[in-house]
């Protein structure tokens, strides 16, 4: 699978590079947290990630003002499994170089995605990119087997936690998995196996060989 930039054109449908953040301080945080031995771990909120001076930074500038949670997901990952969305951007910062596997809202098609459609992209460390709300996107994916990858994760608060209670009145409230989270599983995803919507077709694409 080629694999762009997100410097490279073919990411601007997908979200954009911010700029003028310095982002030392929450690298160095993320490194101080143990990485799972396999796997991936996520965490909506994380109290050394939210005492660095970008926390309120990146709540001001880059969400206008609006509250917001800024924890991480790490941990070792080759493989798409799902997508998911939500109503805001989220904004990424990798520990080291990281690869964002992500497609648009707008290709699902009678509530499944082809993964053909999905396209690649890599990080550097430490630059903070905005993903779009209707860009699909799931756990980032290493580009060190031996290190994994670190990637911070800021959303507006509350993203990610219990989903809320509700009747669900058409498809697309069937697809979400918790709060302000609609989710597209692999059929061979675990997520999948749990319950969650199958609204992917297609290989569930594995990058190992092509970092």
């Not at 979200?15 to 301080?25: C, F, I, N, P, W």
């Not at 939210?50 to 990952?77: K, T």
């Not at 580009?143 to 809320?164: M, W």
């Given at each position: ?114 993964t053909g459609k999905v396209k690649a992209f890599r990080v550097p460390k430490g630059l903070p990119v905005e993903v779009y709300a209707t860009t699909l996107h799931y756990a980032p994916c290493h ?69």
């Open positions: 699978m080629h694999i762009y930039s997100v410097t490279d054109p073919e990411f601007k449908p997908y979200g954009k590079v911010l700029e003028g953040y310095d982002t030392t301080e929450l690298v160095a945080a993320m490194a101080a947290i143990e990485q799972p031995e396999e796997g991936t771990a996520y965490e909506p909120g994380i109290a050394s990630l939210e005492s660095c001076a970008i926390f309120s930074e990146l709540r001001d500038r880059a969400y206008g003002g609006m509250p917001v949670q800024l924890g991480m997901c790490w941990g070792h990952n080759t493989k798409l499994n799902c997508l998911e969305y939500h109503r805001d951007s989220e904004v990424n910062i990798g520990w080291k170089d990281f690869i964002l596997l992500l497609a648009k809202q707008d290709e699902i098609v009678d509530g499944v995605l082809d580009t060190c087997p031996h290190c994994g990858f670190r990637v911070a994760v800021v959303l507006p608060k509350g993203t990610n936690t219990d989903k809320p209670v509700f009747e669900a009145k058409c498809e697309e409230d069937g697809w979400m998995t918790a709060r302000n989270k609609w989710l597209l599983a692999h059929p061979d995803s675990n997520e999948a196996k749990n319950g969650a919507h199958i609204g992917l077709s297609g290989l569930n694409i594995d990058i190992k060989e092509d970092i």
